[in-house]
């Protein structure tokens, strides 16, 4: 089945304590993106890469870092996680970076994450 | 840069009944529209979109929308909701001009279903 897995669906942390949530897409995607949803702020983007290597900041970057070695893979890391990063997390991919008719976001099921 | 309007936050409609929710979008050209829908504990699904063409799109679950250009519109509808349409509704901009393909999302509307 096509689709975007992210882990941990549900995580609690420390201020200051390292994580990494992880973003993984089967559909050969070239174009892969974070966003924080946070209440009555819809969907914000934090970084967004068009492919392997390329990493690009969003609207909301600061406190956040990505890598993209693999295509598949999009891991979002939280250096030094503080309370203001508690939001809810989603990954998206789409064919190409391109806009196209045949290319749309494909998301994951989200990430809740508090910090404490 | 483009922009995406969503003036109700929420929006409360009997079952059966038709539903509108509201989008507009600043762009100094043609955007690319985009209708998702989140359901609770769920990821965003794409309902339909708008690239080119015919002005009035038709989606999945019997959802439609209408890119008015002359109101910088592009309105979501179903002539019947029912109980399972609740869910909470995301427009979304994308600039074909722009080089970095950006998708906008707007704040989003909550739908709430009365039985």
């Known amino acids: 089945e096509a689709q975007v897995t992210q882990n941990p669906r549900y995580l609690i942390t420390v201020t200051g304590k390292k994580l990494t949530v992880t973003c993984s897409q089967n559909?050969?995607?070239?174009?892969m993106s974070w966003y924080r949803q946070d209440p009555g702020l819809g969907l914000r983007q934090i970084y967004y890469?068009?492919?392997?290597?390329?990493?690009d900041k969003g609207d909301v970057p600061e406190g956040y870092k990505v890598s993209r070695k693999e295509k598949r893979n999009f891991p979002l890391i939280l250096e030094s996680p503080s309370p203001n990063q508690t939001s809810l997390y989603f990954c998206?991919?789409?064919?190409?970076?391109?806009?196209?008719?045949?290319?749309?976001?494909?998301f994951g099921a989200g990430s809740r994450l508090t910090v404490l | 840069a483009q922009s995406v309007t969503q003036p109700d936050i929420h929006i409360t409609v009997s079952e059966g009944a038709s539903l509108e929710l509201r989008c507009n979008y600043s762009?100094?050209?043609?955007?690319?529209l985009f209708w998702y829908v989140q359901s609770p504990g769920q990821g965003l699904q794409l309902l339909l979109k708008?690239?080119?063409?015919?002005?009035l799109v038709q989606g999945i679950k019997g959802f439609e929308a209408e890119f008015k250009r002359s109101q910088s519109s592009f309105n979501l509808r179903k002539p019947s909701v029912h109980w399972s349409d609740a869910a909470e509704y995301f427009c979304?901009?994308?600039?074909?001009?722009?080089?970095?393909?950006?998708?906008?999302f707007g704040k989003g509307t909550r739908l709430h279903i009365l039985p």
């Open positions: 708008y690239f080119s063409g015919d002005t």
């Open positions: 979304a901009v994308g600039a074909p001009l722009n080089r970095d393909d950006k998708i906008i």
């Open positions: 890469s068009m492919n392997v290597e390329v990493t």
């Open positions: 559909m050969n995607h070239e174009y």
């Open positions: 998206a991919s789409s064919l190409a970076a391109v806009l196209s008719g045949a290319n749309v976001l494909t």
């Open positions: 762009y100094g050209a043609t955007p690319y």
